[in-house]
């Protein structure tokens, strides 16, 4: 049972070019998130998908877009990528549908440095 | 911004101490949740508390929560030197939008 896999785990742009962060889950979650965590900021949320085939914007969306290919898979798209967006990305999933089970699992993380 | 607020930001105890980590939040909230996160993983979810609980344990973790304060604690027993991590509160506010908000975080660092 693997849980939550990310990939890349590393990463380095230069400004300007684009990459997609794979996600995946295989414990049938249907809600999915991308956090990305700064050094004494937290986990702050850009995007989730709280079902297959819905996608809304978090606390700081801007220059990112996101996927949700089915219900295992959410990418997260960097367009055109900036210095500003580097950062640690982490992927969580969690099942909704009980309100005494709402944790979050989380992935390991993708590091990503933009130059 | 940030829903939740931890308190100390770092805190360095020795082995076999209790390590007390406070959290205030801003809003009303269906429950709160902690989290570890040792350096370089991802975070684990360590406990989950209702609005209308005052008191969970789970092994060597008490949390606290007071509503009408709009603050939690979690205390670890017994401290080892596997504890030394980040933690994180969390909470997921009252409402329909039910997205869990993260604090910055506090450092432990327990001393052999």
């Known amino acids: 049972n693997a849980g939550v896999t990310q990939t890349p785990k590393f990463q380095v742009l230069k400004t300007g070019q684009s990459m997609t962060l794979q996600c995946a889950q295989d414990m049938n979650h249907n809600s999915m998130y991308w956090y990305r965590q700064d050094p004494g900021m937290g986990l702050r949320l850009i995007y989730y998908s709280a079902s297959e085939g819905t996608t809304d914007k978090g606390e700081v969306p801007n220059g990112y877009n996101v996927s949700r290919l089915n219900k295992r898979e959410f990418s997260l798209r960097l367009e055109s990528a900036a210095p500003s967006q580097t950062s640690v990305y982490f992927c969580?999933?969690?099942?909704?549908?009980?309100?005494?089970?709402?944790?979050?699992?989380f992935g390991s993380g993708t590091q990503l440095s933009v130059l | 911004s940030q829903q939740g607020e931890e308190d100390p930001q770092a805190l360095s105890i020795q082995e076999g101490e209790n390590a007390t980590m406070n959290c205030s939040y801003k809003?009303?909230?269906?429950?709160l949740q902690w989290y570890r996160q040792n350096s370089g993983r991802g975070l684990v979810h360590l406990i989950l508390i209702r609005s209308n609980e005052r008191e969970k344990h789970s092994g060597r973790l008490r949390v606290t929560l007071d509503t009408s304060k709009k603050s939690s604690s979690l205390l670890i027993t017994a401290s080892r030197a596997a504890d030394t991590a980040s933690y994180f509160c969390?909470?997921?506010?009252?409402?329909?939008?039910?997205?869990?908000?993260f604090g910055s975080g506090t450092q432990l660092t327990v001393l052999p």
């Open positions: 809003t009303s909230i269906n429950n």
């Open positions: 969390a909470t997921v506010p009252s409402g329909s939008a039910r997205q869990l908000t």
């Open positions: 969580a999933s969690r099942w909704t549908g009980s309100p005494s089970n709402e944790k979050l699992f």
